[in-house]
């Protein structure tokens, strides 16, 4: 029986990713290293928590003593965990480098100490920065634009000097803009969804021509796996939908999809900063035999039922005080 580690396997990306492993790898034991903060819940994990297979140790991946517990007798890990919000990072940046930088430092110390077979660090398109025009291809130099991608930009070097110096099996992807179930609703596409099922402004930045490459989070899941199994430690993957379209776009389809009116797009003040366009290009993770399985529109669709039908799961979110004191701080002077 295989043993991996999944940190941040309560929150978004990876609760789907441990889904995906019970699925696909029954018989792999997995480990949940999450530190539950606003966005990590370990209802995302319900159905799988009890079939003895998975097992939830809370903690912070900057916490060595809880990271050497967690990564005991694990061949494989998957590092999830991170802050991973821009405008959160606007406001303070703090958090950003302790888990993006620091957390990833305190991950491979553990797994040098183990002799992890592989270790896999998901990243993001957003390390490439702003690009105008073409595809973004794994050499390219990282020019990040915000305190978020400049700390996940960090981290991968460091977990690739850890390939270098200490012939550490890394290997890091660097994942398109992700939606799908169990979704943080601060996101674009949550939030819109849960704004508009409650006839509330849809506050949508500049003139929303922004555009990005967008993935549907099983498809995201099924990649990782992949250049964990098949890819070369050392390699960068980028992982992409190849679903390029700009914020209006997607806002106006969703609202289709809910048969509400185009009256609750409110333009509001752009962010600080804000990249204009992603996009990738994902041949050398297609070499590998990944190829993402949904359309963009059945899983646009899938999302919103999913919002739809587990109402008291975002509800308890945005009722709440930390939600509402982020959802004032971030639009109300826009």
Not at 88 to 93: F, P, V
Not at 113 to 130: A, I, M
Request: proline share 4%.
């Amino acid at each position: 029986m295989k043993t991996i580690l999944v940190t941040g396997g309560a929150g978004f990306i990876g609760s789907n990713f441990v889904h995906l492993i019970r699925k696909q790898r029954p018989d792999w034991k997995i480990v949940v290293l999450d530190k539950l903060t606003y966005s990590g819940r370990k209802e995302n994990l319900a159905d799988v928590l009890c079939d003895g297979q998975v097992e939830f140790i809370k903690g912070d991946i900057c916490n060595e003593k809880a990271v050497a517990k967690a990564m005991q007798n694990c061949e494989m890990v998957f590092n999830f965990a991170a802050e991973t919000h821009v405008d959160r990072s606007l406001q303070d940046g703090t958090n950003f480098v302790q888990t993006n930088v620091q957390g990833v430092h305190t991950l491979l110390e553990a797994a040098r100490k183990v002799g992890v077979q592989r270790f896999l660090q998901v990243s993001t398109d957003e390390v490439y920065g702003e690009v105008n025009e073409g595809f973004s291809v794994e050499t390219d130099v990282l020019a990040p634009r915000s305190p978020y991608s400049a700390a996940k930009a960090g981290g991968e070097l460091i977990a690739h000097s850890y390939f270098i110096s200490h012939d550490l099996p890394v290997i890091i992807t660097r994942g398109s803009n992700t939606f799908g179930a169990h979704q943080f609703p601060e996101k674009l596409i949550p939030l819109f969804i849960t704004n508009a099922l409650d006839d509330k402004p849809l506050p949508l930045y500049g003139d929303g021509m922004q555009q990005r490459d967008w993935i549907y989070a099983e498809d995201h899941a099924a990649a990782i796996l992949v250049a964990a199994e098949q890819g070369a430690p050392g390699e960068f993957y980028n992982v992409g939908g190849g679903n390029q379209m700009t914020n209006r776009t997607i806002t106006a389809r969703i609202l289709e999809l809910l048969e509400k009116p185009e009256t609750l797009i409110e333009q509001v003040a752009d962010r600080p900063g804000h990249d204009r366009r992603y996009a990738l290009d994902c041949t050398k993770l297609n070499a590998l035999g990944w190829h993402p399985k949904s359309t963009f529109e059945d899983a646009l669709k899938s999302t919103v039922d999913w919002y739809l039908a587990n109402q008291t799961w975002w509800r308890v979110i945005k009722e709440s005080r930390s939600f509402g004191e982020y959802y004032q701080q971030n639009y109300a002077q826009r």
